[in-house]
């Protein structure tokens, strides 16, 4: 049965993998000093910056500025109800993975949040001690054997792998704020849930400049790191049937 899907799920992404790798292989060149799971440094290092500059002079400050004029209790609840959403393509992924209890705790806190805590404005579940497990589609394609391919960055997104990048756009069609049709409010909830992210960034993004020399191969190393940590452990708990890491881990 895992071999029937983990092929079903290959043949779904072959396509998003496939207009991926010819893209980046036309657009850059490889260094012949490359990182082995970085062969499109180069290019990389060129949406690096990009993504640097678009940060620095606008994105940042708009989250300095959301920050500091509004109150704690309004941005956690629009955390929250990001969160909520989130859980719902949690839902999703665990029942993808055949993780009946993941699939169970996080539907049983979307309806939990969702019905009693006004829309997940409020975390009334975690409260509750039911507890989230996040589950992304590029962590359910490695879970059935998809390999990670190479490391990108991504204009505007950030740090990514070819496999990410099919889960993303897989992930896209199944958002909740995409399935809006009143435009102006979808837009509205796509750049608060931009401004909210980039918040609760802040912090991580200051020790970021104050400890890495190269803040490029900083971000790749531990990204790259913690998604290999990520799927080693989901395979392993997946046979001994215990649910995977939990919220504090997987997002740090």
């Given at each position: ?6 092929s079903?799920?290959q043949?779904?992404?072959r396509?998003?993998l ?22 499109f440094?180069?290019f990389?290092?060129?949406?690096y ?28 609840g ?21 993780r ?11 309806s939990v ?6 829309g ?8 509750m001690?039911i ?30 792998t070819?496999r ?8 896209s ?18 750049v608060?849930?931009l ?5 609760n ?8 400049e ?5 803040k490029y191969?900083f ?25 995977i ?8």
């Amino acid at each position: 049965m895992s071999s029937t899907f983990s092929s079903m799920l290959q043949r779904m992404t072959r396509w998003a993998l496939l207009s991926v790798v010819v893209a980046v292989s036309v657009g850059c060149a490889t260094r012949p000093d490359a990182h082995p799971q970085d062969p499109f440094e180069t290019f990389n290092r060129d949406v690096y910056r990009f993504n640097e500059v678009v940060d620095e002079a606008v994105v940042k400050p708009v989250a300095i500025a959301y920050r500091d004029v509004t109150p704690d209790p309004v941005r956690t609840g629009v955390s929250n109800f990001f969160g909520n959403l989130g859980d719902v393509w949690s839902t999703a992924n665990a029942v993808l993975q055949l993780r009946p209890r993941e699939a169970a705790e996080n539907w049983l806190r979307v309806s939990v949040n969702t019905v009693f805590g006004l829309g997940g404005l409020f975390d009334i579940a975690s409260e509750m001690g039911i507890e989230r497990t996040k589950l992304d589609f590029g962590l359910t394609l490695g879970r059935w054997g998809v390999p990670a391919g190479p490391y990108l960055v991504l204009p505007f997104m950030g740090p990514s792998t070819i496999r990410d990048v099919a889960g993303t756009s897989i992930e896209s069609r199944g958002d909740l704020v995409q399935q809006l049709e009143h435009i102006p409010t979808r837009n509205g909830l796509y750049v608060l849930r931009l401004v909210d992210t980039r918040t609760n960034l802040l912090r991580a993004t200051s020790m970021l400049e104050g400890v890495a020399l190269d803040k490029y191969s900083f971000t790749r190393d531990v990204y790259l790191q913690r998604r290999d940590s990520q799927i080693e452990h989901a395979q392993e708990q997946m046979g001994n049937g215990i649910g995977i890491q939990r919220d504090t881990d997987t997002d740090k």
